[in-house]
């Protein structure tokens, strides 16, 4: 269900950057991932309710990192934009191969499934909160390339 919500999602949250503001689309998305990682630490006992569960976590992390591909392509410079995409790609594989140890040492804690997912709403928190700050930055660098381009420089 976790991947067949993933194309779902790039597809609705793409179309969704496209007409919005794609920081708030992105910001939004990812705060939303939080609720639903939370909810399927707490479903596990309700086959259905976990299987829609896993679809929604698709659909945001799996829509969510193709719309952060898209980002980076606006986000960086023409002359830096496949090494930035590309240092973007690969910090998140490390973070994506290093979540197996932590949630591996979590377990070996004595953690339950359901404190393991209330733990990884942090994550999606912090996603969130740098998408925004992401945002607010774009706008001042966008207000100071039209400052420029206006005084003909």
């Known amino acids: 269900m976790f991947q067949i919500g993933g194309?779902?999602?790039a597809l609705c949250i793409?179309?969704?950057m496209d007409r919005w503001n794609k920081y708030r689309v992105l910001m939004t998305?990812?705060?939303?991932s939080g609720g639903v990682i939370y909810t399927i630490g707490q479903a596990t006992e309700?086959?259905?309710l976990l299987?829609?569960?896993?679809?929604?976590?698709?659909?945001?992390?799996n829509g969510a990192s193709v719309g952060m591909n898209a980002l980076a392509?606006?986000?960086?410079?023409?002359?830096?934009?496949?090494?930035?995409?590309?240092w973007m790609s690969g910090i998140g594989r490390i973070g994506a191969i290093l979540s197996a140890f932590a949630g591996a040492q979590m377990l070996s804690w004595g953690w339950?499934?359901?404190e393991v997912f209330s733990a990884?709403?942090?994550p999606a928190s912090l996603a969130a909160l740098a998408i925004y700050g992401l945002g607010r930055s774009a706008k001042d660098v966008l207000a100071d390339r039209n400052v420029v381009s206006a005084r003909g420089l």
């Open 7 to 9: 194309p779902v999602g």
């Open 14 to 16: 793409g179309w969704g």
């Open 29 to 32: 998305v990812f705060v939303l």
């Open 46 to 48: 309700h086959f259905f």
């Open 51 to 61: 299987c829609l569960i896993a679809w929604m976590v698709g659909f945001c992390l």
């Open 73 to 86: 392509a606006n986000f960086y410079p023409t002359e830096a934009r496949a090494t930035g995409a590309s």
């Open 112 to 114: 339950t499934f359901a």
């Open 120 to 122: 990884l709403v942090l």
